[in-house]
């Protein structure tokens, strides 16, 4: 029989749904684990999902959290929906949506060439994280400073796109699945995406299949796990 400090010690697999922030999971879990044990667990994630994006969001407890940034270095696989001819603020539905000022045409872009600019993509490339993101600028999430509307400089960083396949292409909506290295910002790649097609770009949809060799298939939904 184990003992308990190495139950409470385990990596849990969360299908994250939509309109709740990876700190909101982290909370849930954590109020739903001192209930069974009758004390507080420590409980971390492994990397951030924004609010309207779903799926996998992996859970450290107790000295497992000393593991974190193992896990933060794996590969990640996700599904992505973009909306072109227009742009997010955010990058996302949660934005200030507007159309892309220089796409004036009526016309849809085939998928031909649609397909050639998003293999362009694949391979080492530079991104820039959106502002509205959960890295830290001098000790502060960069989405508080951009919420005060103060001016900074986010740094670019080298990640790598092994495989991008086109899901379905119906005009505007252009589905993706996307595997990537750890430190790619999906949002980040929809708007490049969009400004190479010229017709602008954002999210309207995020999903995590997998991370290294952890997939969503295998987690348990938030509902079922507080139950």
Request: charged share 25%; proline share 4%; net charge positive.
């Amino acid at each position: 029989m184990k003992d308990k400090s190495s139950i409470e010690d385990r990596v849990i697999l969360v299908d994250k749904p939509t309109g709740i922030s990876s700190f909101g999971v982290v909370a849930k879990v954590r109020g739903a684990l001192k209930a069974q044990f009758g004390h507080k667990i420590k409980v971390g994630h492994t990397g951030t999902l924004d609010p309207f994006a779903t799926g996998l969001l992996i859970l450290l407890t107790g000295k497992m959290t000393k593991k974190s940034s193992e896990f933060l270095k794996l590969d990640k696989i996700y599904e992505a929906t973009l909306r072109l001819g227009y742009t997010s603020s955010t990058g996302d539905p949660e934005g200030e949506i507007m159309p892309f000022p220089t796409f004036k045409s009526s016309e849809p872009l085939g998928l031909a060439e649609i397909e050639l600019v998003v293999q362009s993509f694949m391979g080492k490339i530079r991104q820039t994280p959106p502002r509205y993101s959960a890295i830290k600028i001098n000790g502060e999430r960069a989405y508080k400073l951009a919420r005060k509307g103060q001016e900074f400089e986010m740094p670019s960083r080298e990640v790598e796109i092994y495989k991008i396949e086109i899901l379905e292409y119906k005009w505007p909506e252009l589905r993706i699945r996307c595997f990537v290295s750890s430190g790619t910002y999906i949002r980040t790649l929809a708007e490049d995406m969009g400004e190479k097609l010229g017709t602008g770009a954002y999210l309207t949809a995020l999903r995590r299949i997998q991370v290294g060799g952890y997939s969503v298939s295998n987690a348990v939904d938030l509902d079922s796990f507080n139950a």
